[in-house]
């Protein structure tokens, strides 16, 4: 393998090979990031905070590792990490003011993982606030910009994970996704963008939004190197009763040259009106890519689709509604003292949070207020069967289904600030699969208007092996994971 003069330009696999055959060094790769974030970071604003001493003093310990020969995935691979996942050596603020400057007296497994491994890290990612929004410009301490616009939002929560991909900052990152916020980022930044399924991967140590939705994956360029993070990272863990005890596979095992055989559902239901002509042409084409492959497409029905966002936004503030009461200013975060106990609450809670977490906890509060918990929170519950049902008699006729990932581009900075129900519909596509706790990616389909267009791919839980060699396979045929940012 010829090496790039930029080995930015290197995926994870490619770095892991020339790591091994001593053609770099990791300090050598990590020096050409902390270079390129140094370059376009300005601009960008993907990371909250950086890691330079800490990268680089595991760099030199991952090429130590390396030359003793103790080796993993990704020892001396420079990665990111969303900034609501607990770190001891960097503050975790959740894009908050109220966390501005904690720092955890723990790893977030995912974390501690990766740091056995020998990962490095670059540093913590900006997000909207505690992963309330679709766009990133929720957070604190200002917006992240798509490398693909200058004045495009790079979608969210996790947009500042996708955006140092997209913008060669890291060279896989991790996000969390509760309705959407690693798959819509990753559809509007053109990169991979990964859910696994509900179970799959620990979520100990990262900061709770709606605990029976939220999952930890990776971004990355491509899907192999998806598959090498989703690897790296999952797992049963003692320390959360969520995680599933079930095996890790390589997650690469079907990769393949063709898809035959194969069968892939379209769900009538994700042809809805707004959609832009522009990302409905593109998913057609990736359809007819699909079907070139040796995919049979078969239409599926998914009738309480229509439900899925209005039942999310019951539940997953419900749930916030109960997991943001310990930001009180008493264990730990900013504290504002007030005239007494009551008072120091509201202040610390009032000044503390932005008017999208506030807006989140009061219709959670509301929901599960007496009176109204039957009529709202238990209905929605119901609603989210049906929501799962709808998928297991879908999948017992197909291997995976296809749908867009958000039904337009990547929207201007601004535009949705002021309209909260305009803003939520860019998940519309990619909360189904939260509800129904199936692990889905996000893989470029190509451009709309210059704009990245995700294609997204939703499968059987725990069965992210079918779902990557599809996605491998479409990827590998399309070619748009090789078209970069010009940033």
Known sequence: MSLPDDLTLLTAAE???????????????TNAYL????????????????????????????????????????????IALKDILCTTDAPTTAASKILEGYMSPYDATVVARLREQGAVFLGKTNTDEFAMGSSTENSAFGPTINPWGENRVPGGSSGGSAASVAAREATISLGSDTGGSIRQPAGFCSVVGLKP??????????????????????????????????????????????SAPIDVPSFTEKFGADLKGVKIGVAKEYSVEGMEPGVDAAVKAALKQLEDLGAELIEVSLPHTEYALATYYITAPAEASANLARYDGVRFGNRIEGDDLIDTYKRTRGQGFGPEVK??????????????????????????????????????????????????????????????????????????????????VSVPAGFSDGMPVGLQLLGKAFDESTLLGIAHAYEQAAGFYKELAEV
């Open 35 to 78: 270079s390129r974030i140094e370059k376009v970071e300005p601009h960008i604003h993907a990371y909250l905070h950086l890691m330079t001493d800490m990268a680089l003093s595991q760099a030199n310990s991952a090429d130590q590792r390396i030359e003793s020969g103790d080796v993993s995935d990704l020892t001396g691979i420079p």
């Open 197 to 242: 399924t509900y179970g799959r991967v620990s979520r100990f140590g990262l900061l709770p939004f709606a605990s029976s939705l939220d999952q930890i994956g990776p971004f990355a360029r491509t899907v192999e190197d998806a598959a090498i993070m989703l690897r790296s990272i999952s797992g049963r863990d003692k320390m959360d009763s969520t």
């Open 15 to 29: 770095s892991r090979v020339a790591l091994d055959n001593r053609e770099i060094s990791s300090v050598e790769l």
């Open 359 to 440: 807006r989140r906890i009061m219709l959670g509060t509301y929901a599960l207020s007496s009176g109204y918990y039957d009529a709202y929170y238990v209905k929605a519950q119901k609603v989210r069967t049906l929501i799962k049902q709808d998928f297991d008699a879908a999948f017992e006729q197909v291997d995976a289904i296809v749908a867009p990932t958000s039904p337009t581009v990547a929207f201007e900075l601004g535009s949705r600030t002021n309209d909260p129900y305009a803003m939520y519909l860019a998940d519309v596509f990619t909360i189904p699969a939260n509800m129904a706790g199936i692990p889905g």
